[in-house]
């Protein structure tokens, strides 16, 4: 993973995220402390990020924030255009697939399936959607190499596995499945109800529920 | 937090989505490696987060998958109902309000709450949709600690403190704005686009761009 920790790529949507909102508000520089405190971690560890990203900060002025944001997303491609396809037209893929911040990041939706023949031919998203059947056919011809999945849970394997067939490299996985995938092939599992847990946790604590047994 | 380090409760999600995966094709034991392996961590950290769970395995069998599951979701106090709104009843808002799979964490969704006339009455997963205007009364007549926020970027901050003042003290943000809360309040970002950022980066490097400059 280039010259970074997994830590700290893991850092860099919360910083860029920072950034953005620091950028908003007309703010050109930001310091490591700044940061640290936003992020609840230690200073030391940020200026160690920053230095593995090769930027460098001003005395007394921090860390040009367009500078930082750029290398960010030069470092991980935002800054050429990912095309993808949803998979999946309820709820959750037609938010995904209306989504206005994804065009920021480089990320271009031109598909959108469902096996559903009642929503086959509507329109999401300026996206007449189209037949599951279709979806390896259009993977090959538009070389698609990144699907979001947003399907019930138990056609999940079947689409993966005629995605990846067709040539698809990297799965955004939003069902609650885990995917089988050849080695190449990447999956990230977006765990909706993993931010709930932490919640669940910290509410738990703060309002001693009588079921608190004290651990 | 309690006995378990910071990076072991983050992982706490994952390893409760594996254990339900495993669970539905009737699995009774799972072992440290298989963990490991999935999670792409090593044994030896999968073996001290079991421990520090106070977890112990089998010799030759592994860990207890029921057992492991109930001790994480009461770590968590997943076996306790928590009762949130929704503000924002757009995509995401009505993907969230109408997901099957919360109850099973004990997430229960009590409201729908926007501002749009158009919107404001009708049905989404069973809740009428209430005006944005009633959030503070009904967090305080239900006394709901949880919100979950899919507003637009430019009432975020709005809505967050009506209802903080009326007594929240968690929120679930899944738009891309940084919140200020006072101390004791406990925000979670949901940065839909770091899934991505991470894809696009394998994507970038496995499939070697021109515009990669072999950093």
Known sequence: MDSISKAAFRRLPRYHQILNAYEAVGREYISSRELSEILEINETLVRK?????????????????????ARIEDFLGLQEITEALVVGGGHL????????????YGLKIVGVFDDDPQKIGTKIGGHSVLSVNRLAAVIQKKNIKLIIL??????????????????????????????????????????????????????????????????
């Open 150 to 215: 947003t399907v019930p849970r138990h056609v999940a394997k079947e689409v993966t596995e005629v995605a990846v067939n067709a040539g698809v490299l990297a799965i955004w996985n939003f069902t609650p499945c885990e995917l089988n995938v050849p080695s190449g092939v990447k999956v990230r599992n977006e765990q909706i109800i993993g931010g709930f847990m932490a919640l669940s946790y910290y509410l738990k604590n703060v309002t001693g529920s009588p079921d608190d047994n004290g651990e």
């Open 49 to 69: 990020d920053m230095a593995d990203l090769k930027i460098r900060g001003r005395q007394n002025q921090g860390y040009g924030i367009s500078a930082l944001r």
């Open 93 to 104: 893929g037609t938010a995904l697939a209306t989504y206005p911040g994804f065009e920021h």
